[in-house]
């Protein structure tokens, strides 16, 4: 990682080490290869088509997307098997969803409600191909899915007497995060999996047994042998992986495979120096640990607060920062996925070399 | 405000009102030229050059930028007064600088140290042209800028010693903002009035008279009668205001020129209810009042908590929501600025009716 390749970028940028990346995302699909599960990677974390199809090469049966601007864009670089994991809602969704069906997507799309099992059954009618369904359920992070087994196993008849293609259940435990104590994650890993245990036995009593049971989240992922249920899991952090991976022991700083390059710009007092790096570049989320990013030359330091352009580092004692103004700083983000939903670009190193600048494609995909 | 509008397009999606950001641009250039000073607005709320060639033409003398991207992006639509507001540092900064001056850039930027007023002697050799420059001065909010007023002296005088144009002081009072009660912004801006009016007044013993005093800021600008030391102001989001600027006391929901409109996409509890806007659509600052952003439709309801594509919804009284799956709300944001950064796009709405569709020319726009 020589310093020399930093001072000769405008800043701020992002930078994505090649090389971390391949291992980070080899090491996970061995990990479902040893689990028996299958690996549906999240592409929100990279929204770039290349690294998806090569988790596709590195065994994923489908990849992940939430709204159907990203899964238009993924078929188009060619990717037909996807999971699309948000609730698909109104008119304009279902026309494009019929859509991108007739021109080959191959999707399997979650459901947590009766009006999204009636739009599944008015693109199956549409397109002629039912789709692969599966229930959503909660496991904890109270956003969306049916909490009551009740419910769970109405929404699986309903789907199962339709003319969508029953499949089984989801989940995502985003609730399992840098926000808990890590000795707690274990635990909390457990619960998820109890619950699914729960839901997965009711459908079959009812006849309607799940052939997938599909458990979404990079930190679960990362305790995947307590993820006894699961039949699949649907990391997305794990490719990069950030501050809040770090956090939660599921990765250290030299993991962490894409950062921000930053100077800085400013220091107005001893104890206090400004970087051009705000939330206009790491995102807002936060704070974890006090901070809003990892700076990895200087774990001392605090990326204390942000504006826009700007974010404010102080010493983690209160005393200087020794900073000086022109001295470039390489942040691991908190949140690398909002991180990189904020560039058009970002620029490829390869052991310590910048070679090439690749487009954010996924980019802004809202809808 | 026809619902049947809203209902009509795919969501989430940013709305702007013509007619109420015409009416958010011609009350501030009143105010300014009510108080006998120069009105310089930060174009990095709307990012849009269109409108920064409305500000100007309704008296505008410049607009404010931060990074020189955007300066770039100005200029190419023919704007040549501009005053960039942010620490200029490094070859990078310096090389694009000079060309966009020989391009025609006519700028007044801000300086809050020494390598800073070398990279603008620097430019103004390279152009042979000197810059307009002015001290920054720390007064309160604790991010640029100098606080002591011998620094301030010394950098000024630094200034008018070397090959620059040395023109006065510039201040940005962001801790003048919606974490205060409403009932404390009025003695702030009064002692932020103080700061300036001292710095000033040594400024001018020494012979350095500042020739213009700038104050930074939406919330002090509403309260520009108490700036009596300011020569300029150079408010924000004053063009769209948002959820913060209500807060303060600085607009009403009607005068809120952006949204966002949304979708209803789960209804899995009673008490909860999830829309298609997120972090990646809002912004995830705040949280303000409780939420993340201010349902115009509901203000019994508060946008609780956002993952990047999810919002769930809870009642202020913790009962049940009464919203269904499909049902479209329109959310003012918490800070539009950060909001409009997120969107390639926005469509425009005259009176209700979708007129047109503008890119956010300037969006991403981070170095």
Not at 338 to 343: A, D, E, R
Request: charged content about 25%; proline content about 5%; hydrophobic content about 45%.
């Amino acid at each position: 990682m020589g310093e020399w390749v930093w001072d000769a970028v405008d800043t701020p940028v992002v930078v994505v080490d090649r090389v971390k990346t391949e291992g980070n995302l080899s090491a996970m699909a061995e990990l479902a290869k040893s689990l028996g599960k299958d690996l549906v990677p999240h592409t929100k974390t990279h929204k770039s088509p290349v690294w998806a199809r090569r988790q596709m090469e590195l065994g994923a049966p489908r990849v992940m997307v939430a709204k159907l601007s990203e899964a238009a864009a993924l078929l188009q670089a060619g990717i037909r098997t996807q999971y699309i994991g948000y609730p698909l809602v109104g008119a304009a969704k279902e026309y494009r969803l019929a859509e991108l069906i007739d021109q080959g997507l191959e999707a399997m799309v979650a459901v947590d409600s009766e009006p999204g099992a009636d739009l599944l059954a008015r693109v199956a009618e549409r397109t002629g191909r039912p789709l692969a369904a599966l229930v959503e359920v909660d496991t904890g992070f109270h956003r969306c899915g049916l909490e009551g087994v009740e419910d769970v196993v109405r929404l699986a008849r309903r789907l199962a007497d339709g003319p969508a293609d029953y499949a089984g259940i989801t989940c995502f435990g985003g609730h399992i995060n840098w926000r808990q104590p890590p000795s707690d994650l274990p635990a909390l890993v457990d619960a998820e999996d109890a619950v699914l245990d729960r839901m997965a036995a009711a459908l079959t009593r009812a006849g309607l047994a799940p052939r997938v049971i599909s458990e979404g989240g990079s930190i679960p992922a990362a305790f995947g042998e307590r993820l006894k249920t699961a039949t699949e899991i649907r990391p997305g952090t794990y490719i990069y992986k950030d501050y809040c991976t770090m956090m939660c022991g599921a990765a250290t700083a030299d993991d962490c495979a894409a950062f921000v390059v930053a100077t800085v710009v400013s220091t107005p007092a001893g104890d206090r120096a400004v970087l051009d790096a705000g939330s206009k570049t790491l995102s807002g989320d936060g704070p974890a640990d006090g901070g809003f990013g990892y700076i990895r030359e200087r774990p001392d330091l605090v990326l204390a607060s942000l504006s826009e352009e700007h974010g404010v580092v102080r010493a983690r004692n209160a005393g200087p920062t020794g900073l000086r103004i022109g001295e470039r700083l390489t942040i691991v983000p908190n949140h690398v996925c909002t991180m990189m939903n904020l560039h058009d670009r970002f620029l490829v190193a390869d052991n310590g070399k910048i070679v090439d600048e690749w487009p954010v494609v996924m980019r802004g995909a809202v809808r």
